[in-house]
């Protein structure tokens, strides 16, 4: 199996832009790390460990996780996940998908 990495930034707002502030979030299950920008705070983490919740004041929500996949589902199961935000009226506004790691983000009107 492989370690399927997936970042996704489902943002209500614009994206916040500043050099200096940003933190670092450790997921021990998945041995990975990401940087999370200024103005987002930890609200949850998983039960399963997979991963966590960050939100910020302005209404953004950043989402980081982990999960396995098979191998050579990764991007088929990431393609998934999209429409299924699209479907749940997600504008996905920007997706980055690779055999190793995946990204998307969007808005939806709203939340």
Same mark, same amino acid.
């Given at each position: 199996m492989k370690l399927l990495l997936l970042i996704a930034c489902l943002c209500a707002t !614009?994206?916040?832009f500043a050099a200096d502030g940003w933190t670092s979030y450790a997921n %021990?299950?998945?041995a990975y790390h990401a940087d999370v920008p200024p103005g #987002? $705070?930890?609200t949850r983490e998983s039960d399963n460990g997979d991963g966590a919740? #960050? =939100?910020s004041t302005d209404g953004a929500r950043l989402l980081i996780f !982990? %999960?396995?996949a098979d191998d050579g589902a990764f991007a $088929? =199961?990431?393609r998934q996940r999209i429409a299924w935000d699209r479907q749940k009226g997600w504008d996905i506004t920007y997706e980055a998908v690779t055999p190793g790691w995946a990204s998307?983000? !969007?808005t939806r009107s709203g939340t």
């Open positions: !614009g994206p916040v %021990a299950r998945f #987002f $705070a930890l919740t #960050f =939100d !982990g %999960a396995f $088929a =199961d990431i998307y983000s !969007g």
